[in-house]
């Protein structure tokens, strides 16, 4: 039996999609469906039920993928453990990272990164969504915030905290900023994302905290276009170290209140690299993250 075709079966059912698992591989979605046909064909079993709108299961299909999945997941492992004999690393790695922090830390990256490591190719996947890695046939995600319970592991790539701040001819023009209560009389950039977008939340030398109720007439689901907003003076914007330390250092933009600490949800934030769970991470895997966590935080520092 074809083991590309097992793997392909997979990644169908993983997916719920034959078009998804054709777009992830370049293949036309017809040579999927043939496929999986002709695995039906040898099983003498149909697998999958089939509508205009999904693809399911049938009984004898959940069986026969309970069974198959830990053994097509023994046989990658295999591969990798193989290849990595060798030495150098290759073959294609999946990376999921939100937009905002791709493109400031990643992306600055990747030409010495391919220069180290030639046979190894990176597919970056920008998402701000929670990305089941599994499904989708993901390497690594890189994660920010605070982590959810879950079976997937998790390394730190590094600490990161947040900072208000806002352009020299924006502040020239509004109200004086002394405390954090004096933040509820600005303009503020927000974020929707779940306490980002109606409170900030402040921490002063003494461990003192405020929350502060923000408003305002923008809400921006990208961090570095929030930045953009507030270096054209449109207000004030609670933005990460990695994102501004370089326009803080320049003067583009201002700290507003630098003797707090200043949070949206909690004061303890990292960006991590999480991976599904494996008895074997491949060298490919290894090697990224080893050469990442090494790289990002002096790119980013000031």
């Given at each position: 039996m074809d083991i590309s075709v097992l793997k392909l079966f997979v990644?169908?059912?993983?997916?719920?999609?034959?078009?998804?698992?054709?777009?992830?591989?370049?293949?036309?979605?017809?040579?999927?469906?043939?496929?999986i046909a002709g695995l039906e064909k040898e099983l003498d079993l149909r697998l999958l039920q089939r509508t205009t709108r999904q693809i399911s299961l049938t009984e004898a299909g959940k069986t026969y993928f309970d069974r198959i999945e830990?053994?097509?997941?023994?046989?990658?492992?295999?591969?990798?453990?193989?290849?990595?004999v060798v030495g150098q690393p290759k073959g294609q790695l999946r990376v999921t990272?939100?937009?905002?922090?791709?493109?400031?830390?990643i992306v600055p990256l990747l030409p010495q990164f391919e220069q180290l490591y030639p046979d190894l190719t990176v597919n970056l996947l920008f998402s701000d969504a929670v990305?089941?890695?599994l499904m989708n046939r993901i390497d690594v995600a890189i994660r920010l915030g605070l982590l959810q319970d879950s079976t997937l592991i998790?390394?730190?790539?590094?600490?990161?905290?947040?900072?208000?701040?806002?352009?020299?001819?924006?502040?020239?023009?509004?109200?004086s900023i002394t405390s954090p209560q004096d933040i509820?009389?600005?303009?503020?950039?927000?974020?929707?994302?779940?306490?980002?977008q109606t409170q900030w939340l402040f921490k002063d030398t003494q461990g003192n905290l405020t929350e502060v109720p923000i408003h305002g007439n923008t809400m921006i689901s990208n961090g570095i276009a929030l930045q953009q907003c507030a270096i054209a003076n449109m207000g004030l914007a609670l933005l990460p170290n990695w994102l501004i330390n370089e326009d803080l250092r320049t003067g583009t933009l201002v700290d507003?209140?630098?003797?707090?600490?200043?949070?949206?949800?909690?004061?303890?934030?990292a960006a991590w690299f999480v991976y599904p769970s494996r008895c074997y991470?491949?060298?490919?895997?290894?090697?990224?993250?080893?050469?990442?966590?090494?790289?990002?935080p002096h790119l980013v520092m000031p």
């Open positions: 990644d169908v059912v993983r997916q719920g999609s034959f078009a998804g698992v054709a777009r992830d591989r370049n293949i036309d979605p017809s040579s999927v469906s043939r496929a830990p053994l097509v997941e023994e046989l990658q492992q295999a591969s990798d453990i193989a290849a990595d990272v939100s937009a905002s922090f791709g493109l400031k830390c990305e089941d890695l998790a390394q730190q790539l590094m600490r990161t905290h947040y900072r208000v701040c806002a352009s020299p001819d924006y502040l020239k023009r509004s109200p509820a009389d600005h303009n503020c950039l927000r974020f929707p994302l779940a306490g980002f507003v209140l630098p003797t707090y600490e200043v949070t949206g949800t909690d004061f303890s934030t991470v491949p060298l490919k895997l290894r090697v990224f993250i080893d050469f990442f966590k090494q790289n990002v």
